[in-house]
């Protein structure tokens, strides 16, 4: 009893602080009424066309420029613009592989033309159709460059002048964190000279392929491809990036051999690798590899300086990170000067003569 006396004097005492407050009534107009409702504009954006990580604050959600981009391009032109050209190798999809993940030849196509305007950069390098080479390769050899064979590499070079194969080798993966499966994506920068790796870059791509996710993906992949490129081009103290001599037409391989003695000297050369070497009765013909502080022109003058002459040696092609040199004639190199005395009782005989060192023949005057 004590109980409910104590709440009904709590409730009292708290209407007393609060008051009564009265609800008003609101008249709502007749569906009649035209006036009461009017509709208010809104905007109704296109939805999405991915399902896929969210693009704020991402730079690769959309075509723009990479982090890396502006020195890839200065790099780029430093190099004396080296030709590129993208290439992708991806699986040949079945009736049976669609059934299994949801991609087509058009999505690896997608793939492959947004890397190539990423590394385009906006019109500032160019960037070779890789259509072209269908043109002039053979069928067997466009083939083979579809399925990654680095044997059509010196093809690209010689037919097409292509510098760098940029290859996307796209093949769908189980082995990713994405519910909906992902294409793994594995690019590598090759020279077409001597095959050489100028850099690496893989990411995993989640599904589907939409426009986003392809943009996002193929994005990361060129911003660390042009990186790599850049500290190759740009001629970074831990990166090889090697002018490759070819000597044409030397005597012997012993004249090959002298050249290359006299490239170790020159100075601002830091290493010098054998490429081979060979010759017969006729001719010889070696290719160097040769780490120079400084352009394939530069070092072209610097040559001839140390080797004393100023004909018998012909640049026949320079370009990118080339030098083509062709001996065309006979090559007296520095000259030593001997002196000898001899003192024969109280006469002393005193002998000069020169000797002409390390003579260079053209083809078909060797010994």
């Known amino acids: 009893m004590f109980t409910k006396l104590a709440a009904v004097g709590f409730i009292t005492s ?7 407050q009265t609800v008003q009534r609101v008249n709502i107009p007749p569906a009649s009424d035209q006036a009461a409702y009017q509709p208010q504009p809104y905007s109704k954006p296109l939805p999405p066309d991915a399902y896929g990580p969210p693009t704020t604050g991402n730079p690769y959600g959309t075509h723009q420029a990479l982090p890396d981009e502006a020195a890839y391009v200065q790099a780029y032109q430093a190099q004396r613009e080296p030709r590129v050209m993208v290439v992708i190798v991806y699986p040949k999809v079945t009736a049976q592989g669609y059934k299994k993940l949801p991609i087509s030849d058009t999505d690896y196509q997608a793939i492959q033309l947004s890397t190539i305007d990423y590394l385009n950069a906006n019109g500032q390098v160019d960037i070779q159709s890789p259509d072209l080479a269908k043109q002039v390769l053979d069928r067997e050899s466009f083939l083979r460059m579809q399925n990654g064979d680095p044997a059509v590499l010196p093809l690209l070079k010689h037919q097409l002048n292509t510098d760098v194969v940029v290859e996307i080798q796209a093949s769908p993966t189980a082995q990713s964190s994405s519910s909906q499966g992902a294409v793994r994506l594995l690019a590598q920068a090759l020279s077409t000279t001597d095959a050489r790796i100028l850099g690496v870059a893989y990411v995993d791509m989640p599904l589907p392929a939409s426009k986003t ?12 491809i042009m990186q790599k490129l850049a500290a190759v081009w740009n001629g970074s103290p831990q990166a090889f990036n090697p002018i490759t001599v070819r000597i044409y037409h030397a005597a012997t391989v012993d004249d090959v051999l002298k050249i290359k003695h006299f490239v170790q000297k020159v100075p601002g050369v830091t290493r010098v690798i054998d490429r081979g070497i060979t010759g017969n009765t006729q001719t010889a013909y070696g290719q160097l590899a040769v780490q120079y502080s400084g352009s394939p022109d530069d070092f072209y003058s610097a040559l001839k300086q140390e080797l004393g002459v100023s004909t018998g040696l012909k640049a026949v092609d320079l370009q990118n990170n080339t030098l083509d040199l062709d001996i065309t004639g006979p090559m007296i190199l520095k000259t030593t000067t001997i002196t000898t005395t001899r003192k024969v009782r109280t006469e002393t005989d005193t002998t000069t003569k020169t000797v002409n060192s390390n003579p260079i023949m053209p083809a ?3 010994q």
Not at 14 to 20: D, K, P, V, Y
Not at 213 to 224: A, P, V
């Open 14 to 20: 708290l209407l007393a602080l609060t008051g009564c």
């Open 213 to 224: 996710n392809i943009n996002m993906y193929t994005g990361y992949l060129s911003d660390k």
């Open 364 to 366: 078909g005057n060797g």
